[in-house]
Nanobody, 128 residues
């Protein structure tokens, strides 16, 4: 059974940095698109960043542009999300999601409907 696992969350002060990691068992990343999502209490899950299986293109939601960087190493079957200049509004559960099935080309890269494998999430809390 495929398992996607995130790590690297924690508590950090505003302005600080965290690096999230995503790995998977029984699934090799090198042919799949992958996204990072987050969900704050009482809010919808939103797409944060996307990276294609080749490493390009990359997408970011507007609120994290210039602060977050997504990257992948297919040889290590690992994906990262480097988060700098963190703000209290970045506080959320962060999820890694893998798209292994074809979906409508009209779906945006950050639409959660594209992704069929999800991790359990890692909590990021940014204090002010």
């Amino acid at each position: 059974q495929v398992q996607v696992e995130e790590s690297g969350g924690g508590l950090v002060q505003a302005g600080g940095s965290l690096r999230l990691s995503c790995t998977a068992s029984k699934l090799t990343f090198d042919r799949y698109h992958i996204g990072w999502f987050r969900q704050a209490p009482g809010k919808e899950r939103e797409g944060v960043s996307y990276i294609s299986w080749t490493g390009y293109p990359i997408e970011y939601t507007e609120s994290v542009k210039g602060r977050f960087t997504i990257s992948r190493d297919n040889g290590k079957n690992t994906l990262w999300l480097q988060m700098n200049s963190l703000k209290p509004e970045d506080t959320a559960m962060y999820f890694c999601a893998v798209q292994t099935m074809s979906t409508s080309p009209t779906l945006h890269a950050l639409s959660r409907l594209r992704y069929n494998y999800w991790g359990q999430g890692t909590q990021v809390t940014v204090s002010s």
